[in-house]
């Protein structure tokens, strides 16, 4: 049983457009969520993060959005760029708990 | 500021072998996650390390181990190796505490055979 879910494997934009990835959860235990960005023959790094008491979260051209009735998340990238072509992963956690629960993640490629 | 390393970056063992894995964290850091990658999946949990114990565990058999050294440096330990366990280990740091976000060495690359 997966509890947090990226329904799309890939997705293809051209840059300066905006980039948009979806993320769904199960759990409703779940109040932290985080964004992780994947380069190949690196390590995930940390991208944004948002809390369950907010519903937006901005970081330079990043912005997580954050629906609780829905269990739905997505991150915004405007304007995307060619350097932002990464597998991107959200993953979540619950209060009291140091375990990330991580989707299966989502390859962006953006073309110049 | 050296992030978090790991070692090696890439291991080949035979079924039914151990495997030691080792990390160390962001300076800084004193918290040490470690998680599994299979191809295609996201990364899944398999423990945390706070002062030399494990505070949380995920669903992983007792083959696999670890510890974590009073310099918050850290080995996972692999025992009875299966082919399934063939994955990209990564290790993670952190400051304890609420919502720190997971610092990730890149991981290395365990091939069984």
């Known amino acids: 049983d997966q509890q947090v879910k990226q329904n799309s494997p890939s997705l293809s934009v051209q840059e300066g457009r905006i980039s948009i990835l979806n993320c769904d959860y199960t759990n409703s235990m779940f109040d932290y969520f985080l964004w992780y960005k994947k380069y190949p023959a690196e390590g995930p790094t940390f991208l944004i993060s948002?809390?369950?008491?907010?519903d937006k979260n901005e970081d330079g051209r990043f912005t997580v959005f954050l629906n609780k009735s829905a269990k739905h998340l997505s991150l915004h990238i405007v304007p995307s760029q060619p350097g932002d072509s990464a597998v991107y992963f959200c993953?979540?956690?619950?209060?009291?708990?140091?375990?990330?629960?991580f989707g299966k993640g989502t390859k962006l490629t953006v073309n110049p | 500021d050296a992030g978090v390393t790991q070692s090696p970056t890439h291991l080949i063992k035979t079924r039914g072998q151990q495997v030691t894995l080792r990390c160390s964290p962001k300076s800084g850091h004193d918290t040490v996650s470690w998680y599994q990658q299979a191809l295609g999946q996201g990364p899944q949990f398999i423990f945390q390390?706070?002062?030399?114990?494990?505070?949380q565990r995920g669903n992983f058999p007792d083959r696999f181990s670890g510890h974590q050294f009073p310099n918050y440096s850290s080995e996972l330990n692999v025992n009875a190796l299966l082919l399934g366990d063939s994955a990209l280990y990564l290790c993670?740091?952190?400051?304890?505490?609420?919502?720190?976000?997971?610092?990730f060495g890149n991981g290395t690359r365990l091939t069984v055979t």
């Open positions: 993953a979540a956690m619950e209060g009291g708990s140091e375990k990330l629960v």
């Open positions: 948002i809390s369950s008491i907010k």
């Open positions: 993670a740091s952190s400051f304890v505490g609420l919502n720190s976000p997971l610092h």
């Open positions: 390390y706070y002062e030399e114990e494990e505070r």
